[in-house]
């Protein structure tokens, strides 16, 4: 499916793809502060890092003056680590004051998300505490000392309840409070968590349980619909179900509906050079084909977009 991102965050993300001046997607040699969150095995992962301008006398005056990330993920995780950036490098943060940037306010700076990609901008919020937490140990800030509980041992102590993603009953506790999360499919786009296989979802000591012990068991009277008609299930698109014709022409559509809009705002566009199964055989032109970020642009914005528009399996090949 095509999701409805904003201007600002297709922007965000098209701007970061291509290298543009001021934005952030690379890595700082040696930073002050280094963090991660997720995996690329569960879809999404982000390296988070920073530099501060030292203060002489106390560490926790030291100011953050430049940021950066390396995403592996969709649109809006490219995104969500740009406005991350961008809000940490125009607040003049410490790496302590860092810490009041919410999730929400990364949405907020993208001028909103998706409900099924929040995940996005809660990983963001998720390295940027790692990221700190590295900070403090390298300048011997004692974060409990100020009051400050980073959640250090969540993945490796406590039960893991969601077994795809490896997230554990300590950590969902503490994101279905802080997030205000209030049922599964809440948690699934917050986190992630249950979005896979969903065998933890009603299992015992699962999503459900964990819900009904921080909020109260929900009410789970049956109630009497009249006049309901259920909508029919239907079959996910896939290369396999799809005739060859049929599967290439999904592909031309996301192509002209979003793909090759976004490349000609920076003077590119794209050619289909030919359809194999799920590989689409590209070859980037205009602009873009002299990019430096070629390989990048192909990746992260006609590939992960055919990939949410067409079928997770589709592969993009440049040639």
Known sequence: MAW????????LFMDAVHGKPGTHLGEIDDPDGVGEHGSIS????MRFMFRVKRHATDPTKDVITEARYLTFGCTSAIA?????????????????????ISNHDIVEYLEGLPAQKIHCSVMGAEALEAAVFNWAQRRGVDLKQLGI?????????????????????????RKIKELNLRTIPE???????????????????????????????????LKVLSNVTMPQPVEPASPMSLSPYQF???????????????????GGNVEIVDIK???????????????????????????????????????????
Not at 256 to 266: A, F, G, I, K, N
Not at 283 to 309: I, P
Request: charged fraction near 25%; aromatic fraction near 4%.
């Open 4 to 11: 409805e991102y904003s201007e600002k965050t297709k922007q």
């Open 42 to 45: 569960c879809g999404d992962a």
């Open 80 to 100: 969500a680590s740009e406005a991350l950036c961008a809000l940490i490098e125009q607040g003049e943060y410490t790496p302590i004051t860092a810490l009041k």
């Open 149 to 173: 509980d980073i959640h250090t041992d969540e993945q490796e102590g406590g039960r893991i309840v969601c077994k795809c993603f490896s997230m554990s009953e300590p950590y969902l506790r």
């Open 187 to 221: 948690i699934t786009n917050a986190v992630k968590a249950g979005g896979a296989c969903m065998s933890c979802h009603h299992a015992p000591g699962g999503l459900q349980d964990l819900l009904d012990e921080i909020w109260g068991p929900a009410d789970k009277t």
């Open 248 to 266: 290439n022409k999904k592909i031309e559509e996301a192509m002209d509906s979003y793909v090759r809009p976004m490349l000609q705002q920076d």
């Open 277 to 319: 199964d799920a590989v689409v055989y590209c070859r980037l032109v205009g602009a873009c084909a002299g990019c430096s970020a070629a390989g990048q642009t192909l990746k992260m914005l006609v590939e992960k977009s055919l990939k949410e528009m067409v079928d997770e399996r589709v592969r993009v090949i440049s040639v």
